[in-house]
């Protein structure tokens, strides 16, 4: 065999070993090699392949610019990714169309320039960069839709993200406003600092749990806030900065000071009822009463009558009348027949 022989043999070996699909094409755009790798991606046998325009292997809808891409491939034949900034596709036999990446590169053979296309079939990194996306969509629209604050911050203490019910506690229309500041863009100095300080002791991997921050909004009506502050860390488990998670407790707190104010209340009902039923004279142990004048007998001795007695004994305070039979009895003459 000779030289040139042996060294297409090994071109031809290195090819079918490569893992990634491989195919060479002319300069007329005929298929000239193509790996086992290249078959199993596309579908095709390798005599199907041979000897067709490569436009086969790709959609319907990219065929006609083609010819002009690979045109100005061939003015500036340096080695490069296909397609920077699209998405590339691969048409199979089936008609499938299966997302790729490709490598372009030109070899210089006695039979002429060739342009080696190393293809990458991206089919699980698509779903897994989709999935990605479609979760964070979805955490994007859980946190703007929590009443609670949640932000995040690098170690200089600068906002990296956050949700809505954020940016409007800092006076912003939207979450990208606060994107790179600080507390002291968006508070006095003092109170910034205060805020700095405590994530200081979280990026030494201390946690601040449900602190009481007051905060007074820019017009001026003052909120109860409650913050907790975890560490943020990397894959190596580096503090890299912060996660926040803050909650409105302002209406908590007026009803806990409501709820206060009304069990003092009560307290003090209860404490003036006792006082009270403490101060009622009671009359206790055997009266001594004259069956005929009805006068009780006191402690002295002495008696007294009924009604003076009791009023100074007790709150009652008594008047006169009389009930209807002795009405009927003493004045029977003015009153209307008993029925």
Not at 89 to 106: C, F, H, N
Not at 235 to 255: C, Y
Request: hydrophobic share 35%.
């Amino acid at each position: 065999m000779t030289e040139p022989d042996q060294t297409a043999a090994r071109m031809l070996m290195i090819v079918e070993a490569a893992p990634n699909a491989i195919i060479l094409v002319d300069t007329a755009r005929k298929i000239v090699t193509v790996n086992a790798q290249a078959e199993k991606l596309f579908g095709y046998s390798r005599t199907e392949l041979l000897g067709q325009p490569v436009e086969m292997l790709i959609p319907h809808r990219s065929r006609d610019r083609h010819p002009d891409l690979c045109q100005d491939f061939n003015r500036n034949p340096t080695k490069r990714p296909m397609g920077i900034g699209r998405d590339l596709s691969g048409l199979r036999k089936d008609g499938a169309e299966v997302p790729i990446e490709i490598g372009l590169t030109t070899l210089q053979t006695g039979e002429g320039t060739f342009v080696l296309a190393s293809i990458i079939d991206i089919t699980l990194r698509k779903r897994a960069e989709e999935t990605l996306v479609q979760e964070r969509n979805l955490l994007r629209t859980l946190i703007d839709n929590l009443p609670d604050y949640i932000f995040v911050k690098d170690r200089e203490h600068r906002f990296l993200t956050a949700n809505m019910a954020t940016a409007r506690l800092m006076g912003c229309l939207h979450p990208t406003e606060l994107l790179g500041k600080r507390d002291e863009d968006f508070y006095p100095s003092d109170l910034g600092q205060e805020f700095q300080s405590d994530e200081e002791k979280v990026f030494r991997g201390q946690p601040i749990i449900n602190k009481d921050e007051p905060h007074t909004d820019k017009l001026g009506c003052r909120r109860e806030i409650l913050t907790s502050k975890f560490p943020l860390r990397d894959s190596t488990g580096n503090i890299v900065g912060l996660v926040g998670v803050s909650r409105d407790i302002t209406e908590l707190k007026r009803k806990e000071l409501a709820l206060q104010s009304a069990l003092a209340q009560q307290e003090k009902l209860v404490a003036d009822l006792q006082s009270a039923l403490d101060h009622v004279k009671t009359l206790q142990g055997l009266l001594p009463i004259c069956g005929f004048c009805h006068k009780i007998r006191n402690a002295d001795g002495t008696w007294e009558r009924l009604e003076s007695f009791i009023s100074s004994r007790t709150d009652a305070v008594f008047t006169h009348s009389f009930c209807p039979d002795c009405g009927h009895e003493h004045y029977g003459a003015f009153l209307p027949p008993k029925p």
